[in-house]
Each structure stands twice: as C-alpha cells, then as structure tokens.
C-alpha cells in the first residue's frame, strides 16, 4: 500500500481509496481530495511536515499523519 506520504517532490499521482473514518475523513474530502483526483507533491517542508499539494488546481498543505490515510497509484 502506497500513501500520498511516501510520494517524492515533484511527482503526480492519482488518489485511490480515502482511509480513516468520521471526521478526518470528511475534513480531507472536504479540501478536494478524492477518489481518482490527480495530485502533484510541490514541496516538502525542511523536517519533512507538512507537504504542500496542487489537487484540482490550488495549493494545499497536508499534515503527514493525513497524507498516510490517502491511498496513491
């Protein structure tokens, strides 16, 4: 299983299943991120949280505890 976390700057993938549940999971829907929605990783900050993601054509920052619960290609 490949999460949005393990993904390198500068690289695009596409999303595939949503983990976790309640309201984490409605709150990362919410942003835009969902089933079979492209992404591309921008940046990484310098300790490596958060990462910053252009998803349907705006900018987003992500915690990393959040970027492990989306499934990529």
Do not use: H, W
């Not at 595939?16 to 999971?25: F, P, S, T």
């Not at 089933?35 to 300790?47: E, H, L, M, T």
């Amino acid at each position: 299983m490949k999460t949005l976390k393990d993904i390198k700057v500068g690289d695009s993938t596409t999303v595939i299943k949503l983990n976790g549940q309640g309201a984490v999971k409605r709150r990362i829907m919410d942003m835009g991120i969902t089933k079979g929605v492209k992404i591309d990783v921008c940046k990484v900050a310098p300790f490596g949280d958060p990462i910053e993601i252009t998803v349907r054509g705006y900018q987003l920052s992500l915690r990393k505890a959040d970027a492990e619960m989306i499934e990529v290609e």
